[in-house]
C-alpha cells in the first residue's frame, strides 16, 4: 500500500490520526475512538497519553501539532465533550510538548500546575478551575 502499511492484499480503510498513514482493515487500531497505524501501537491504550492542550476552535491545531512534531513530539487532536477540542501527546513527553507549546509564542492561557495549554476563550483552566488571572500572568499567559 502506497504511504501506509505493508498489506498488499487488505483495503485501505483510513489515515492514521498521529502521522498520517494509511491504515488498512487488517492492521488499524484505535485511540480515543480515533484510527491509528500498527506503528503507534505502543500508544494504543488511553493511559499513554496526556492532555497538553484545550481549545475552543480547531484554528490553529495544524501549526501547534507541526511544533510539536518538529520538536520529536508525536500528538493527537480528539473533539471532547462540549466541543472542546483536545491536544494530547505521549506521556513520558508531557514535559516536553509543555515545553513547546509554551515556547510558541501565541496568545494562550497556560497553567504551570496541570501543564496545558487552552483558549483566551476559556477563563480558567479546565483542569484545576483556577483563574488565568488568580495566578503569576508569566507562568498562565504569553501576550507577546
Not at 94 to 109: C, P
Request: with cysteine; hydrophobic share 30%.
Amino acid at each position: 500500500m502506497e504511504d501506509g502499511c505493508e498489506h498488499l492484499e487488505a483495503s485501505p480503510i483510513g489515515k492514521c490520526a498521529i502521522c498520517g498513514k494509511t491504515v488498512c482493515s487488517e492492521c488499524y487500531r484505535t485511540i480515543f475512538g480515533e484510527m491509528i497505524c500498527d506503528e503507534h501501537e505502543p500508544l494504543e491504550e488511553e493511559s499513554a497519553w496526556e492532555l497538553v492542550g484545550l481549545y475552543a476552535d480547531s484554528g490553529s491545531l495544524a501549526e501547534k501539532r507541526f511544533q510539536l512534531e518538529e520538536n520529536g513530539v508525536v500528538s493527537i487532536v480528539i473533539e471532547g465533550d462540549e466541543e472542546a477540542i483536545e491536544l494530547y501527546v505521549p506521556a513520558e513527553e508531557k514535559d516536553d510538548g509543555y515545553a513547546v507549546l509554551r515556547s510558541s509564542g501565541d496568545e494562550s492561557n497556560f497553567c504551570a500546575e496541570c501543564k496545558i495549554q487552552y483558549s483566551l476563550e476559556m477563563e480558567m483552566c479546565p483542569i484545576c478551575g483556577k483563574r488565568s488571572a488568580d495566578s503569576d500572568a508569566e507562568s498562565n499567559r504569553i501576550d507577546e
